[in-house]
């Protein structure tokens, strides 16, 4: 999977990456998720120590900035949302 030209990828923040990609639409969006989601579940990771595989996981958050004053309100709210994704899944299991 390619990025475009207009977007950016970044880590943001311990294990919290963000994807700029302006100008989508839903189903755009829809589309790069599903691609990402795939590309994720395929990868494993295997430290020579251990006899296990290590999974990676993928969760996402998205909105417009049309919608906030600031990018660094909107970062706020995506990574509060990723918070709590990761709390409930980990509640969860």
Known sequence: MNL????????YAG?????????LTSSQLG??????EQA???????PTSSVAAT?????????STKEFESAQS???LLNNRMVQQKHDRTRVA
């Not at 294990?15 to 100008?23: E, H, K, T, V």
């Not at 589309?31 to 990402?36: K, M, T």
């Open 15 to 23: 294990d919290r990456f963000i994807a700029l990609l302006p100008n």
């Open 31 to 36: 589309s790069v998720i599903h691609q990402l």
């Open 55 to 63: 999974y990676l996981s993928f969760s996402y958050s998205h909105c």
């Open 40 to 46: 994720i579940a395929s990868y494993s990771i295997k």
């Open 74 to 76: 909107a970062f706020e």
């Open 4 to 11: 475009r030209p207009t977007d950016l990828l970044c880590r």
